[in-house]
Each structure stands twice: as C-alpha cells, then as structure tokens.
C-alpha cells in the first residue's frame, strides 16, 4: 500500500526528520486562497500515487496567494498520466542553497537484501543517475536484515552526499543522521519501499520535500498504530499502475508480477531471463536461483525479469500467451521454464509451448531461446509429441531445450542454458 506525499512526510516527521511546513490539503483553489498568504511562496503538489509529477505539471512553485490560485485552478481536475487531480498539498517552498540529495531505503527483490542508495544529484530520476553517472550513486546491500543501519555505514554514506554537495561539508552529521532515520523507519513500518527525492540542503539543514513509503501489505495487520498516526481505518486498494505485461497476464488469467520498473533501461553487459516456471512457490524460488546462479558462476550479470505463477492446470492457449508475453518483451534475452506436473499436464504445457514457438517463427515474430525441464503428469505424451515436433518443424524449434524427466536437476538446466546463451552473446 502506497502512502501519499502528505502521509509519508507524517511518518517521517515523527521519526524526527525535518519536511516544510505544510499549509494543508485543499480540493478547491477558493481555500488555497484563505489559506496562502499574499507574500507566501508555496510548492503546490498535485497528491496522486505515482512518482515524476514533477515533469508531469503536478509540481509547481507559486510567488504569493494570487499565483497559488491561479495554479491550483489550473491543477485541480486535470490528469497526471491518467491520474485525477483531486487534491493539492500545499508547503512552503524550501530554498536549498546547499544542494539536493536523495536517499532511499527499499528491498531487493532477487535476494529480498535490504538495500540502501543514496546520491548527492538528487531531484532526479535515480535510475538515470545511476545509468548516466554510477559513481554518483552508492548502492548498499544488507543481507542481515538489521533493525538499525550500522554507525559505519551510516558515517561512509553520510561523508559521500556531504563530499558531492555543494553545502555538504557542514551538514555530515544531519546528513548521517537523515539516513540512519529513513533507514529505522523503512524497518519499523514493514515498507516496501522509504524515500527522499529530493532531499534539500537548505540553510538550517536537510529538508525531505518529497517523501515516498509503500508498505507491505504483508506487514499492515501490525501497523495499527502507524493507521492510527495516519488517521486511516482500513488499508486502501494498492492503485499502483500496472505495467502493460501484468496487465496482459491479467486478461489472459494468471498472475505475473515485473521485477524491473517499466522504465528500466537494460544494460547490454547483462543477460536478462524471463520465466515461466509452473506454480507460484516455484515462480519465487526460480528467481531466487536465477539471481543465485548468474552471482555464483557469471560474475553477477544476469537478471530475472519477472514473477509468474503458471500452476494450476493452464490451458494450452494460456500456456502460449505466457511464453508469448515474455518474447514480446524485448528486454527478454533468454526464457527458463519448468513443469513439475502435479495438476498441470505436461502434455498440454508442451503443445503450448512448441505451439506459441512454431507460430511466432512463421508469423516472423520475435522469439528467444527456451531452456527448461518437465517432469510428471502426461509426460510419455509430452515426450511423444515433442519428438515428432522436432522431426516435423525442426528449424522453428531449433531454440528449445527442454529436459525430458529429471535426470538433471533444475539448478543444471538453468546453469547450462545460461552458460549457452553467453557463448552466443560472445561473453565467454
Ligand atoms: P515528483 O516529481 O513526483 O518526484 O515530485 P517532487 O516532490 O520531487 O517535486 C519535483 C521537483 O520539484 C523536485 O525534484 C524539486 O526539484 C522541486 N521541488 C519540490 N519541492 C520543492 C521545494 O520545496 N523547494 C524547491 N526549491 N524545489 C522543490
Ligand atoms: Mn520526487
């Protein structure tokens, strides 16, 4: 559950982190009028769920009451991205003659690490910062799940925002102390994710002008008391957006989740894999050995891309869509599937399987190579029907290696066909 701007500041400012002064949350620019004085100079901030409103119109600064009305009537009832306009939190705008920093606190989905980034070229989208300038970015794992961030990590992160901003040699100390806080509060809340961006220097400290919490909603049954501070009864719906592929998986009727941001920017040095791995115990662990795998034996270079749970017995038109949903997305270098029988036919996996391949390849449509193991119901069936596809269709199905049986275990496959499509890519 994702906290809007308003709350978040609320749950930081209660763990002692400086935000401005608010004026409130209006739904009509009338009241902003009462509300804002006539020299008063005010951020007006559009409150929906969703990140670079900046850029978007949703983020404006106003010189004085009449500007503020005059915005706020241009804001109110128009769309961020489809988005409604319905609110405006309205603040005091912060000078920040010190520089802008974010640091943000959230939860790697591979290894499920606590993971900390910070960077002194805040107010900008920190993917891109990372991508653009990487030394500009601190990125910190910790894989003990501690419930406060070590004294020595804070003191080295605090020193490199202070070292990269322009006023950041006399805030070290409200600097380590910013980030050790975001820190506590990620933990002690059950988020998902805690952030600053951007995080302003101004002259009598560090001031978070916008604040980011998504929960885990795993985690709400023992937040009463953070509903409580929030003034909320019951957890709202997530309305985060969906991405296009889980709003395809969700037509088509099972359940798949994207671990990279719709706007992730692949990195041409990595091998991205997509999976289909039968149900959804197995969908969380395949991520996990992927990840494992690529950090083990190819030097950290490979990336899952998705969640799915393609258990419970799918039909073959559904089984197709899943592997098609994954070739469609040109991130996709490699696809790793499995079927572990069970409910599930073999039999019907493999026709969906062979059937979406063979389809693609006349159609000319994009496909990557399949590596994968079944074992279980139907699988003489499978096995029949898979070797006279191969007599038949051989070309369309030159990218396919499907383990028959399990003589190999799942950790083999994966590994082997990792290792292939490295040495097709010319890294080994
Ligand atoms: P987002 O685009 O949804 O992340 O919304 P933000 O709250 O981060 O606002 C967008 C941008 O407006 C920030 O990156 C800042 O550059 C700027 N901004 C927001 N609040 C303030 C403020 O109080 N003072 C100043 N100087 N700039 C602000
Ligand atoms: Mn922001």
Known sequence: MRLYENEAKRVF?????????????????????????????????????IGGRGKAGGVRRAEGRDEAVSFAADMLGRRIRDYPVERLLVEEAVDAPGGAAYVGVTMNPADFNVTVIVSPAGGVDIEQVARETPEKVIRLELAGNEELLPEAEASRLAAFLAAGLPGGASQVGALKEVVSRVYAAFQKYDCKVAEINPLLLSASGP?????????????LFR??????????????????????SELRARE????????????????????????VPGGAGYGIFSIDEVGNIGDRFFGGRVVPVNFMDSGGGPTEAMV????????????????????FGGISSCDIFIRGLVGCLRGRRQAGRRVVPVVGRMVGTDL?????FLERARRETPDE???LRITVGNRKIMAEVIREGIREAFARKGWV
């Open 13 to 49: 400012e209660r763990e002692g982190l400086a935000v401005p002064r608010s004026f409130g949350v209006f739904d009509s620019a009338e009241d902003i009028g009462t509300a804002v004085g006539a020299g008063d100079r005010v951020m007006l901030k559009a409150l929906v769920l």
């Open 207 to 219: 001031v978070a002008a916008d604040a980011k919490i998504v929960l885990d909603d795993n985690g």
């Open 223 to 244: 937040q009463g008391g953070l509903f409580h501070l929030l003034g909320l009864t019951a957890p709202r719906h997530d309305v985060s957006e969906p991405t296009p």
């Open 252 to 275: 088509a009727g099972f359940r798949y989740v994207d671990l990279l941001a719709a706007d992730h920017v692949k990195n041409p040095s990595k091998l991205y894999v997509g999976l």
């Open 320 to 339: 197709a869509e899943m592997f098609a949903l994954l070739f469609d997305n040109e991130t996709v270098d490699l696809v790793v599937t499995s079927r």
């Open 380 to 384: 003489p069936s499978a096995r029949d």
């Open 397 to 399: 199905l030159e990218d």
